[in-house]
C-alpha cells in the first residue's frame, strides 16, 4: 500500500481509470507466452508466439471493447499494425533469454493461495518449473525495463510473496526466483532463504494491520511519491490540491472484503482475511 489515498479510490470509491497501454500490451504479451507452451516442442518459435498475437488480441477486445481504442490510430495512438508489432518486438527479445522449445512449464497462470497466520495471501504465477528432483522456479514474466539496483528489493518482494504461498502450500521453498524483463532483455535471478520468506510474511501482516487501522479510522492519507506521475486521480487528490469525495456508508466492508480480481498483466498478489476472521482485506499490488 504505498498510498493510504490510492488505495481507498481502488478499492473503496472504485474509481474508474483508462485503460493502460503498458497494461493491456502486458496482458497480451502474457497470454501469447502462455499460449505457445499449447503447441509441440519443436513448434514453439518466435514466428509462431508472435502469430498468436492478433487472435489473442481480438479475445481481449471482445472482453474489454475499449481496449481498442488504444490502437485505433488516433492522435498519438498507433494503429494496430504498429501496436501488435510493438509487442511482437518483446516476443522477439524474450527468445533471446529463453527458448520454450527446451521448457516444459508445470504450471502456467497458476492461481496460488496459502492461509498464514490468519490472513490468506493469493496471487496469479506466470510460469512455475518444476526439475526431476522437485526443485521450483518461480518465473514471472515483465514487459517493463528491469529495476535499477535501488529498486530490485521491490520487484523481488513480488515474487517473495509467491514463494511464501508456494513453500506454505507445497512445503517446498523454490530453489529460484526468475523475473523475466523483455522490455530490455534481462533477467533478474534470486535465491530465496527460510528468514526472508518469515520476514515477508511479517511485512503482510504488518501491511494488512495498516490497512485494518486506516479502514476503522477511515483515515486514507495521501502520500506523495514518484507513483503519483501516474496516478489517475490527483484532481480528487489533496497532495494536488484536490478534494476527496465522501466516504461511502459501506466504506469499512468493501476496505476490508475487496473481490479477489487478477490484475491486468505483469503479476498480481493480494492478502485477504482467513475465512474463520473477521472481515478485512488488503491488496498489495
Ligand atoms: S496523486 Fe499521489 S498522493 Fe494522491 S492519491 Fe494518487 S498516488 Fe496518492
Not at 518466435?46 to 474489454?64: F, K, M, N, R, S
Amino acid at each position: 500500500m504505498q498510498c493510504p489515498l490510492l488505495y481507498r479510490y481502488r478499492v473503496i470509491d472504485k474509481l474508474p481509470e483508462p485503460a493502460s497501454p503498458a497494461a493491456a500490451r502486458g496482458t497480451l504479451v502474457h497470454t501469447a507466452l502462455e499460449r505457445i507452451f499449447d503447441l509441440p516442442a519443436e513448434q514453439r518459435t518466435p514466428e509462431a508466439t508472435i502469430g498468436l498475437l492478433p487472435e489473442q488480441w481480438d479475445q481481449l477486445v471482445a472482453q474489454e471493447p475499449e481496449l481498442a481504442a488504444l490502437c485505433d490510430g488516433d492522435e498519438g495512438v498507433p494503429d494496430l499494425t504498429k501496436w501488435l508489432a510493438d509487442a511482437g518486438d518483446l516476443v522477439q527479445r524474450w527468445f533471446t533469454l529463453e527458448n520454450p522449445m527446451f521448457l516444459e512449464p508445470a504450471e502456467r497462470e497458476l492461481y496460488v493461495e496459502a492461509e498464514c497466520e490468519g490472513l490468506t495471501l493469493r496471487g496469479y504465477v506466470d510460469r512455475l518449473d518444476v526439475a526431476p528432483d522437485g526443485r521450483l522456479r518461480v518465473v514471472d514474466y515483465k514487459t517493463g525495463r528491469s529495476p535499477s539496483e535501488l529498486f530490485e528489493g521491490k520487484a523481488l518482494f513480488q515474487m517473495k510473496f509467491y514463494a511464501l504461498v508456494l513453500w506454505r502450500t507445497r512445503g517446498v521453498i523454490p530453489t529460484m526466483l526468475q523475473l523475466v524483463y523483455l522490455k530490455d532483455a534481462q533477467i533478474l535471478r534470486y535465491e530465496p532463504v527460510e528468514a526472508e520468506l518469515v520476514a515477508t510474511e511479517r511485512k503482510m501482516q504488518a501491511l494488512w494491520a495498516a490497512i485494518e487501522v486506516a479502514a476503522r479510522n477511515g483515515d486514507w492519507r495521501p502520500k506523495k511519491s514518484r507513483l503519483c506521475s501516474f496516478c489517475h486521480h490527483q484532481d480528487v487528490c489533496p497532495e494536488f490540491g484536490g478534494t476527496p469525495p465522501p466516504l461511502p456508508d459501506d466504506a469499512l466492508e468493501r476496505a476490508l472484503n475487496p473481490p479477489s480480481r487478477r490484475a491486468a498483466a505483469d503479476g498480481a498478489h493480494q492478502l485477504v482475511p482467513a475465512p474463520t476472521q473477521v472481515k478485512a482485506a488488503a491488496e498489495t499490488s
